[in-house]
């Protein structure tokens, strides 16, 4: 499913139009987007948390070399799905 598509659900379960629901729809990818850049959880009940999480630096193996080298720290994101999403999914 594509972010055009998801607009088009908005605008048919709602009545908005297909530009409200797409600018809806950008400007709730947007706010999450700066709220895991600040650091900060985004928890949606029903749905599951975010979270951007720090990778420690680690030792790896370049596989065609064999040569051990330093992975550097990272941050990632995380998502949990909650135990609703998860129950939802696994009745199916």
Do not use: M
């Given at each position: 499913m594509t972010k055009a598509d998801i607009a088009e659900q908005i605008a048919t379960n709602t009545g908005l139009t297909l530009k409200v629901s797409q600018d809806i729809l950008e400007k709730l990818l947007e706010t999450l987007k700066l709220t895991l850049e600040t650091g900060e959880k985004i928890k949606v009940a029903g749905f599951g948390n975010f979270e951007?999480?720090?990778?420690?630096?680690?030792?790896?193996?370049?596989?065609?070399?064999?040569?051990?080298?330093?992975?550097?720290?990272?941050?990632?994101?995380?998502?949990?799905?909650?135990?609703?999403?998860?129950?939802?999914?696994?009745?199916?």
């Open positions: 951007v999480k720090q990778k420690a630096d680690r030792r790896g193996r370049n596989p065609q070399t064999g040569e051990t080298i330093t992975i550097t720290s990272r941050k990632i994101l995380s998502w949990k799905p909650s135990q609703v999403l998860k129950a939802i999914i696994n009745k199916g």
